[in-house]
């Protein structure tokens, strides 16, 4: 009878084809942490040059508990009530966050950027930022992201999850090319697609720990500001570096032509999530009224975390409190460790594989002068199935560059972590290298 159960001929099922979802979930960038991860739990005792992470010795559990007591107190001292800053902690806060004023006053003691606190957002991380960015910035499919290549997995895999086209602008071995950057700019406008921002890494780049020259830094904003596209710029580990950084995109941007992606994973804690995004951009209506972008990454924010996490948005407030905003000088002994760190292991490098060895084995590295990361090349092609034969017969574990790449390359790099770890396990995990590196290398 009618209304009754209707027939068909497709069986039921209780389970999805992977066909049947997002392209997105079928890329081997998104299994790149899980396939890390994994490998380093199976091998507990190899020694792990891949967690790009601070050093746990620079945190106490106490000092989080302080940092929210002092921005409860600086509420206070700005005339909030125990009920007002009880709600500022308990209850769902601003879309664009809580902390934009201590996070423009740091901005401006610490990296000469004065931005009014309403261009900010506060995001969860740097990777929302990314998010909210491309977002709204790629309004069709003839929009193309540029990035420079290596490049950190995160804005690749954004755009991916967002179906945005990513051009790769490859490195050089002393980094960046304005000339490059150019060639691939024209080459998308004529294949008829608007190059809409270009992503970059310019201090101790997440994974080539390469630095952006003073020069090529001015002509990137030139080019920006010519071929009308923004820069995105990310560098969470110029503060935690040694030595005087050379001055941010953002300080030199007198065009708008920066969007600046903040974090404070590595200068602050990675457990809070609290990362933000200078988007100081004026953006125009069909009626002529003007606002700025980050009104409009706010919005689209509403709809992915509603608002960072308030409790978190507080530890970070009290931390820039407690530094005056100069996360440099809050981060001077973390700079310090860290710097130390990379210089031990470019030494016990050159200890375990000395010129004379490298040269004929084809072996070489790059030596940053800060970050988390260093990277090798090597004469034997490197892959997940060669990591587990490092984690297993040399106890070693190391990330391959191809993860990098959002083309083709990378297959004969390595990269190397040497944040996370201590002057012996450096010592120790180094000569582990050097060994899988010799044997690999001579079996060629």
């Known amino acids: 009878m009618p209304g009754n159960t209707a027939t068909t001929d497709t069986p039921s099922r209780d389970w999805l084809e992977m066909a049947e979802l997002h392209g997105s979930v079928s890329e081997p960038v998104l299994d790149t ?21 601070p050093y746990d010795g620079f945190f106490d559990t106490d000092q989080v508990i302080a940092h929210i007591r002092r921005y409860m107190d600086h509420l206070a001292q700005q005339g ?16 664009a966050g809580l902390i934009r004023g201590i996070i423009a006053d740091s901005l401006r003691a610490d990296e000469d950027t004065d931005v009014p606190a309403e261009s900010i957002v506060v995001t969860v991380g740097a990777q929302e930022a990314m998010l909210l960015v491309l977002r709204a910035l790629m309004a069709g499919p003839d929009d193309v992201l540029l990035v420079s290549s290596p490049c ?23 980094g960046f090319c ?31 720990g390469t630095t952006m020259a003073t020069e090529a830094r001015e002509d990137l904003l030139k080019l920006a500001e010519r071929y009308d596209f923004l820069v995105l710029e990310d560098s969470p580990y110029r503060l935690v570096s040694p030595g005087t950084p050379l001055p941010t995109l953002k300080s030199r941007d007198r065009a708008r032509r920066v969007v600046h992606l903040g974090s404070y994973s590595k200068t602050v804690f990675p457990g809070a999530r609290v990362g933000f995004v200078v988007a100081d951009q004026r953006v125009r209506d069909a009626r002529g009224g003007e606002h700025l972008l980050a009104d409009e990454l706010a919005k689209i924010k509403s ?14 407030a009290g931390a820039l409190l407690g530094a005056q905003g100069r996360l440099s000088q809050l981060n001077t002994r973390a700079a310090a460790h860290y710097g130390d760190a990379m ?22 590295w ?25 984690a297993q017969d040399f106890g070693v ?25 201590t002057p012996a396990e450096i010592e120790e995990g180094t000569a582990r290298l050097a060994r899988f590196v010799e044997a690999q290398s001579t079996a060629l």
């Open 33 to 53: 942490m899980n396939f890390l991860n994994e490998v380093t739990h199976r091998y507990p005792d190899a020694i792990s040059f891949a967690p790009g992470r």
């Open 80 to 95: 909030g009530s125990p009920d007002d800053i009880r709600t500022a902690l308990y209850q769902y806060g601003p879309t």
């Open 152 to 174: 950190y997995v995160g804005i690749t895999g954004a755009a991916r999850l967002l179906d945005v086209r990513v051009r790769p602008v490859e490195e050089r071995e002393n």
């Open 178 to 208: 304005a000339a490059d950057l150019e060639a691939a700019v024209r080459e998308e406008l004529a294949n008829g697609r608007r190059p809409r921002a270009f992503y970059v890494v310019p201090d101790h780049s997440n994974p080539s």
């Open 303 to 316: 709809m992915v975390t509603v608002n960072t996490s308030s409790l978190s948005q507080a530890a970070v």
């Open 343 to 364: 210089r031990e292991m470019l030494r016990q490098l050159h200890a375990r594989l000395p010129a004379d060895r490298r040269a004929l084995l084809g072996v070489s």
């Open 366 to 390: 790059n030596e940053p002068t800060g970050g988390f990361f260093l990277t090798m090349r090597v004469p034997f092609r490197v892959d997940n199935a060669q990591l587990v034969i490092s």
């Open 397 to 421: 574990i190391w990330t391959p560059m191809k993860h990098f790449y959002p083309g083709a390359g990378g297959h004969h790099g390595i990269r190397l972590s040497t944040s996370y770890l």
